[in-house]
């Protein structure tokens, strides 16, 4: 049966990325993006603000909604210091099992725990299942119609502490406008707005930091 294009971004990654060389395997997702088949990774223009937030933050422990095949899985975990705990949550199985793949070619699978399902259902658990107090930075990259869902039961668990950092990719192009309105006007967070573009594309979008405050 025909492949997948999660399949088929494995096989150029595979074929064009070096072993153990996140930065060539990050290259070779974002050529496959530009030159054969368009696919929703971050890509390389927003994920240059990924990587300066990250490294600005510097976290110790990470929460990422939205594995998808693990590019920015990959971005995230080559900037992070020894010991720090990154989880990444999948909801489709496929998506995932490309992703566990992609992460393990570029060495850093010590540095991540995939975990597959809703981020609903996660969420609730993850300080009984994972040992986690609070996540020093969030990247939300999942259904758009789960970030305010989702932001409401990090506040609910007690997932956030003051200062920790929420990073929401897509709030323009599809579009997040009630966790926008949700984060631009609680007065428990700072929020900024990072204009760029949809991956691999001119079409307008960007990326929301924001800052939770206590
Ligand atoms: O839809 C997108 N991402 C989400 C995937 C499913 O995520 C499912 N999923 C992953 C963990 C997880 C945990 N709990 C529930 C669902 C959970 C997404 C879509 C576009 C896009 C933009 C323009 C278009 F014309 C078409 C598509 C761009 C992006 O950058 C995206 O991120
Ligand atoms: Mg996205």
């Given at each position: 049966t025909r492949?997948?294009?999660?399949?088929?971004?494995?096989?150029?990654?595979?074929k064009?990325?070096?072993?153990?060389?996140?930065e060539?395997?990050?290259?070779?997702?974002d050529y496959?993006?530009?030159?054969?088949e368009?696919?929703m990774?971050v890509g390389?223009?927003?994920?240059?603000i990924?990587?300066?937030?990250?490294?600005?933050?510097?976290?110790?422990t990470?929460l990422?909604?939205?594995?998808?095949?693990?590019?920015?899985?990959?971005?995230?975990?080559?900037?992070?210091?020894?010991?720090t705990?990154?989880?990444?949550v999948?909801?489709?199985?496929?998506?995932?099992?490309v992703?566990?793949?992609?992460?393990a070619?570029?060495?850093?699978?010590d540095?991540?725990?995939?975990?597959e399902?809703?981020?609903?259902d996660?969420?609730p658990?993850?300080k009984?299942?994972?040992?986690?107090?609070?996540?020093?930075?969030i990247f939300l990259d999942h259904?758009?119609?789960?970030?305010?869902?989702d932001?409401k039961?990090?506040?609910?668990y007690?997932?956030?502490?003051?200062?920790?950092?929420?990073?929401?990719?897509?709030?323009?192009c599809?579009?997040?406008p009630?966790?926008?309105?949700?984060?631009?006007?609680?007065?428990r967070y700072?929020s900024?707005y990072y204009?760029?573009?949809?991956?691999?594309?001119?079409?307008?979008?960007?990326?929301?930091?924001?800052?939770?405050?206590?």
């Amino acid at each position: 049966t025909r492949s997948t294009r999660p399949q088929r971004m494995l096989k150029a990654v595979q074929k064009n990325a070096i072993r153990g060389n996140p930065e060539s395997v990050i290259s070779a997702i974002d050529y496959f993006c530009k030159h054969s088949e368009w696919a929703m990774n971050v890509g390389d223009e927003k994920g240059c603000i990924l990587d300066s937030v990250v490294t600005e933050v510097d976290p110790s422990t990470v929460l990422e909604l939205g594995t998808y095949c693990g590019y920015s899985t990959v971005r995230i975990a080559r900037l992070l210091s020894p010991g720090t705990k990154f989880i990444t949550v999948e909801f489709n199985p496929a998506s995932a099992e490309v992703a566990r793949k992609i992460i393990a070619y570029a060495g850093l699978q010590d540095k991540v725990t995939l975990v597959e399902g809703a981020s609903g259902d996660l969420i609730p658990q993850i300080k009984k299942l994972y040992g986690i107090t609070t996540f020093d930075f969030i990247f939300l990259d999942h259904w758009k119609d789960r970030y305010l869902p989702d932001i409401k039961l990090f506040e609910e668990y007690g997932l956030l502490r003051k200062g920790s950092v929420l990073l929401a990719d897509n709030v323009i192009c599809p579009g997040t406008p009630e966790y926008l309105e949700y984060v631009r006007n609680s007065p428990r967070y700072e929020s900024r707005y990072y204009p760029s573009h949809l991956e691999y594309t001119k079409v307008e979008d960007g990326l929301e930091k924001s800052l939770f405050l206590g």
